[in-house]
């Protein structure tokens, strides 16, 4: 036979998750939205290894038409 008080007894995670709900709530609307938004932007923003991947990617390229032209006409 289970005691009535165990069932009510909650686990610390469980605890810990309905503060941070009861924290979150207390924002207001607008500043929520302004988090959201931050967040997304930096999920979506480029970063410097993808602009120095673009960038060498030119710079091969145009290394390449260079090699090429220099070739064909020093022959």
């Given at each position: 036979?289970?005691?009535?008080?165990?069932?009510?007894?909650?686990?610390?995670?469980?605890?810990?998750?309905?503060?941070i709900?009861?924290?979150?709530?207390?924002?207001?609307?607008?500043?929520?939205?302004?988090?959201?938004?931050?967040?997304?932007a930096?999920?979506?923003?480029?970063g410097?290894?993808?602009?120095?991947?673009?960038?060498a990617?030119?710079?091969?390229?145009?290394?390449?038409?260079?090699?090429?032209?220099?070739?064909?006409?020093?022959?």
């Amino acid at each position: 036979m289970g005691r009535k008080d165990a069932a009510t007894i909650k686990l610390p995670v469980d605890q810990y998750r309905k503060q941070i709900g009861k924290q979150d709530y207390k924002k207001t609307k607008p500043i929520l939205r302004a988090t959201k938004l931050k967040a997304e932007a930096k999920k979506t923003a480029i970063g410097i290894k993808e602009v120095g991947l673009v960038l060498a990617a030119i710079l091969a390229l145009l290394l390449a038409f260079y090699a090429f032209f220099y070739l064909r006409l020093t022959t």
